[in-house]
């Protein structure tokens, strides 16, 4: 990055001028607004930064950004990113994507764009529901979930964005909540340090069509028991009096109290986002509620090559070795024969 | 002729001193299992004439199943050449020569061999299974049924093998090189050199001596064989074709239109990034573009057609030029993003290599039924430009203009070739690089505002005299903005849903699109510039029209050619020019797709002729239909 300072920016700076249509109360606005906070903290000019965006609720966050920004079509915001990160490694890159379009109908670019390990950010805003069509059940929908698609409750089973991500080997997986914005924001800082892909599951609610989804893990009275903050090198504790840890039953993971002083920290579970292989982190992803608090924070957190810097590689190695080509030589080769007048 | 009289002419006692005959132009076509190298060996005896310097036109026709059950009839493959010692356009309606490796081949291709043409057949493969294979109750060699053609039974597996006694190769290999004995024998037959084939067996085995020595053995044995046996009395040439001076090269459509990109990224000063997702008959231009990184060439196998257009789409956004390539049921796919391109005004080039369709249809046969597809073929009023290259080496300028086209317009340009001229092979004068033209782009850096209630700062709507949008790419400071797929206010961009400002957009986006028609070239005309008949072609069958045309007029018709390059928008002057004929006549691999974009723009009653097999046109079906028109007058 260049030394010259750059000009102080705030978080009023990244708003564009456009009105943000969201219903009031809606937890895109807890979000666009951590996203505008933590922006000028990278030292990245606004110009070298691009939200890209599928289709739903959450894709209108582009338009609310000064920075570049293409709203494109549903479920495509991985494959427009990739084509704009390998065009131009250097632009910081955001996807800003839901359950419905990141995991429906755009889950084959998601599993690629990670399994590639392209240099982006991906925000999927989880609101377990379709709120920009009105109301139907989404993929992460849980079953039984009534809805005005499924007045007798859905019969598919959900889909669970962290297993997905971790599945297609993501080099930086993390949850985070809308109604904690300064774990959020820590979240985002953790995300934009990343060198890969970092995929965050963003619980986001929906207070028009799926009220209080979230507020299991979100509200005062229950998250305590309900989720498990993460930090790396750390046993993995919870409970409002931090009275409760998980610990590894063979494969299994159970859930022990340290109440009665059977049992220590040491015998716990620790964290270890860096470890190379997505086992553990796989494991937290299934750690579901309601018989397991679910993970909080950063799943996973490693070194792998990057797709826009292998594809960059290849083109500057083949110049190296054969020369920048020029049209002469492209259009000269093979057999060739001349014609004489 | 029994068997054994075939298979012991004696070779040794022969002399070379037999009858040449001189020919203009001859058509071979090499048919056998898509496993027996018929690909190969039809591609070297093109390589030879070329450089020998004929003009050439190849037709390469192969199944879709790389590995039917061999000796089937589906799994037959075939590549045809036609040579010559003047100008030719097609592959050739009949063939001359044919030479088969099995009883299916025979089969499947004798239907096309001329009255008095020659059959060349491996006589051990038409052993009683492998006659059953093709459906065959007796030996079609023996039994007398072919009486319009030479019949030439060649032991080609047991001389090969003669000729490979002291090699060191297994039994499989060895037989694997029975193509060259063939190749050996019909380069005789023609009096083509064997250098160019020895020196490709050098570059192409050099790693595997054994191989490269068998080849060559068995190449020379195959020569050996046709100048000194006594099934061929007289041997054939071609001479050198007058063709302009200059350098050439053989080229194929995939190739030129991979070319022609690189060109259209050169000429503009654009990194060229192409996106795509394999699919028959374009996975050739990929594989092309990933062998040319040293030009700085991003190629993207995308996880599905769509991915590949819109991460095209993310790459024109980001600055570069953006190509994806594919077939018929891949643009289907890419409707939706080619939608977003028109809306985004973006440029965008989306190569589509026509084949077989509806669906799956048939993926290695040619068809030009997708131009209605690439007109109409998305939700919502949704114009781009819509090209059709003409012929294998006119891939390389419709590349070029499809890329100029798109970055000086700002918006996705559709360019149309066909499996036939895409895997077909003809001579190409190398052009010179200083006649290229250059392409001017520019990306803006300033703001644009005129301060007039208009907006303020960067307004990435605000057009020129075109109605050319700026491209401004991310990385420009002070020139952030936001584009999308929905409706935007015009000059600033912002998303708008009046409907007064929709109805603009739709016709300012329309109207983009016929601007172009300014910045293309009058449409041209082969013949008389008025008469009894035009007749109105687009893309691959140029070379069948043009031939057909050119037999008629010289029976003294008044009859022109014009072949429409530019299929949205039309060339101005094509209004004028359809209505100086008497009548119009539009052949067209499809069920009439050209012939209604015709009568809907200038309300002329053009006539049809219409073939959807899968195939080519012939030129004496074009020209039977000519003289049929002319009749009816």
Redesign the interface.
């Given at each position: 990055m260049s030394t010259e300072a750059l000009p102080q920016l705030k978080a009023k700076d990244f708003a564009?001028?456009?009105d943000v249509r969201w219903c009031p109360g809606c937890g895109d606005y807890a979000i666009l607004a951590q996203v505008k906070k933590v922006m000028p903290e990278l030292g990245i000019?606004?110009?070298?930064?691009?939200f890209?965006s599928g289709?739903g609720c959450s894709s209108r966050f582009?338009?609310y950004?000064?920075?570049?920004?293409?709203?494109?079509?549903h479920g495509?915001a991985p494959?427009?990113?990739?084509?704009?990160?390998?065009?131009?490694p250097?632009?910081t890159v955001w996807v800003v994507t839901g359950d419905g379009d990141g995991l429906s109908i755009g889950g084959?670019?998601l599993?690629?764009a990670i399994r590639r390990n392209l240099d982006v950010n991906i925000l999927l805003f989880n609101n377990r529901i379709y709120g920009l069509t009105k109301g139907q059940y989404s993929p992460t929908s849980e079953l039984g979930k009534k809805t005005k698609s499924t007045p007798m409750g859905s019969v598919d089973n959900p889909i669970h964005p962290l297993s997905i991500a971790i599945g297609a080997e993501a080099s930086f997986v993390a949850r985070t909540i809308d109604r904690n914005v300064q774990h959020m924001a820590e979240v985002l800082r953790r995300a934009a340090a990343h060198r890969g892909t970092a995929f965050i599951e963003i619980y986001q609610n929906c207070n028009i069509f799926n009220d209080g989804a979230f507020f299991y893990a979100s509200e005062k009275d229950q998250k305590h028991d309900t989720t498990l903050y993460l930090e790396h090198g750390k046993p993995m504790i919870f409970g409002e009096k931090k009275d409760k840890g998980i610990r590894l039953n063979g494969m299994e993971p159970e859930i022990v109290s340290l109440a009665d002083g059977s049992m220590k920290e040491d015998d716990l579970l620790f964290h270890d986002e860096k470890s190379p292989e997505p086992s553990l982190a796989y494991l937290l992803s299934r750690m579901r509620y309601p018989e397991f608090p679910e993970p909080v924070g950063v799943l996973r957190s490693v070194d792998q090559p990057r797709f826009e810097i292998g594809?960059?590689d290849?083109?500057d190695?083949?110049?190296a070795?054969?020369?920048?080509?020029?049209?002469?030589d492209?259009?000269?080769?093979?057999?060739?024969?001349?014609?004489?007048? | 002729m029994d068997k054994q009289e075939a298979t012991t002419t004696t070779m040794a006692t022969q002399t070379a001193d037999k009858p040449i005959e001189e020919l203009s132009d001859v058509t071979v076509r090499f048919a056998g299992d898509s496993g027996d190298g018929m690909q190969l060996t039809g591609g070297q005896f093109t390589?030879t004439s070329?450089?020998f310097?004929n003009d050439i036109s190849t037709f390469p026709d192969f199944p879709a199943e790389i590995r039917a059950p061999a000796g089937s009839l589906a799994g037959v493959s075939g590549f045809q050449v036609h040579f010559s010692n003047c100008d030719v356009h097609t592959p050739g309606d009949m063939v001359d020569t044919l030479v088969v490796f099995n009883p299916a081949a025979l089969k499947v291709n004798i239907g096309d061999v001329r009255e008095g043409g020659i059959i060349i057949a491996n006589d051990e493969s038409f052993g009683k299974t492998d006659l059953r294979k093709a459906g065959y109750d007796q030996n079609p060699l023996e039994d007398g049924s072919i009486t319009k053609q030479k019949v030439h039974r060649v032991p080609v597996s047991r001389l090969t093998r003669e000729a490979l006694k002291d090699s060191k190769l297994g039994t499989k290999q060895v037989e694997r090189c029975k193509n060259f004995f063939a190749l050996g024998l019909v380069s005789w037959l023609y009096g083509r050199p064997l250098e160019?084939t020895l020196q490709w067996i050098d570059q192409k085995f050099g790693k595997n001596p054994d191989v490269a020595e068998a080849n060559r053995l068995v190449l020379k044995a195959g020569h050996a064989y046709g100048e000194t046996c006594e099934l061929f009395h007289s041997s054939y040439r071609v001479s050198?074709a007058t063709?302009?001076?200059?350098?050439?090269?053989?080229i194929s459509g995939n190739e030129a239109v991979s070319?022609g990109i690189?060109?259209a990224s050169?000429q503009s000063g654009k990194?060229l990034?192409y996106?795509s997702y394999p699919i028959t008959p374009a996975s050739d231009i990929l594989h092309h573009l990933s062998g040319?990184?040293?030009?700085?060439?991003?190629t993207?196998q995308?996880?599905?057609e769509?991915?590949a257009v819109?991460?095209?789409?993310?790459?024109?956004?980001?600055?570069?030029f953006?190509v994806t390539g594919t077939s018929g049921p891949g643009l289907a796919l890419k409707a939706?993003?080619i939608g977003?391109g028109v809306m985004?005004e973006l440029p965008l080039v989306i190569i589509n290599v026509q084949r077989g369709g509806p669906s799956t249809g048939l993926p290695t046969k040619t068809e030009q039924a997708d131009l209605l597809q690439a007109m109409y073929g998305r939700n919502g009023e949704c114009p781009v430009a819509v090209l059709a290259a003409s012929s294998p080496a006119d891939c390389f300028y419709a590349a070029i203009e499809a890329g100029r086209i798109a970055m000086t317009h700002m918006t996705p340009v559709i360019l149309l070739t066909d499996g036939y001229i895409a895997n077909g092979e003809e001579p190409w004068a190398?052009?010179n690089?200083a006649d290229?033209a250059k392409i001017n782009v520019v990306h803006t850096t300033e703001t644009n505002s005129n301060g007039n209630g208009e907006g303020?700062g960067f307004l990435p709507y605000k057009r020129d005299e075109n109605l050319v949008r700026p491209w401004a790419?991310?990385?420009?400071?002070?020139?952030?903005?936001?584009?999308?797929?929905?409706e935007k206010q015009d000059v600033t961009g912002?998303?708008n849903y009046e409907p007064a400002n929709h109805e603009h957009m739709i016709n300012t986006r329309a109207r983009k699109i016929e601007l172009i028609a300014n910045d293309i070239p009058a449409q041209e005309v082969m013949g008389p510039e008025q008469g009894d008949l035009l007749v109105l072609g687009w893309g691959g069958t140029a070379g069948a029209i043009r031939s057909a045309v050119e037999r008629v007029q010289q029976q003294g018709r008044s009859v022109a050619h014009a072949h429409i390059k530019y299929l949205n928008p039309f060339p101005r002057n094509l209004g004028q020019l359809l209505a100086n004929y008497k009548k119009v006549l539009i052949p067209e691999l499809n069920s009439g797709q050209l012939r209604l974009l015709i009568r809907a723009e200038y309300l002329v009653d053009a006539i049809s002729l219409n073939k959807v097999q899968g195939k080519p046109f012939l030129i004496s079906e074009i020209e039977t239909k000519i003289n049929q028109v002319l009749a009816n007058e």
């Open positions: 564009s001028d456009q000019p606004r110009e070298k930064m691009v890209v289709i582009p338009y950004m000064n920075t570049y920004g293409f709203h494109s079509i495509r494959a427009v990113a990739t084509g704009i990160k390998v065009a131009n250097e632009l084959n670019h599993i690629h594809i960059q290849q083109v190695q083949a110049i070795k054969r020369g920048r080509g020029t049209l002469e492209l259009l000269n080769a093979g057999d060739t024969w001349m014609i004489e007048d | 390589r070329a450089i310097g160019p050198k063709l302009p001076p200059g350098k050439y090269r053989r070319l690189i060109a050169h990194d990034f996106g040319y990184k040293h030009y700085g060439v991003k993207f995308a996880e599905d769509i991915a819109t991460a095209s789409l993310g790459a024109s956004f980001a600055g570069d953006a939706e993003a977003l985004t190398i052009p690089p290229l303020d790419i991310p990385g420009t400071p002070e020139l952030q903005h936001r584009i999308g797929g929905l912002n998303v």
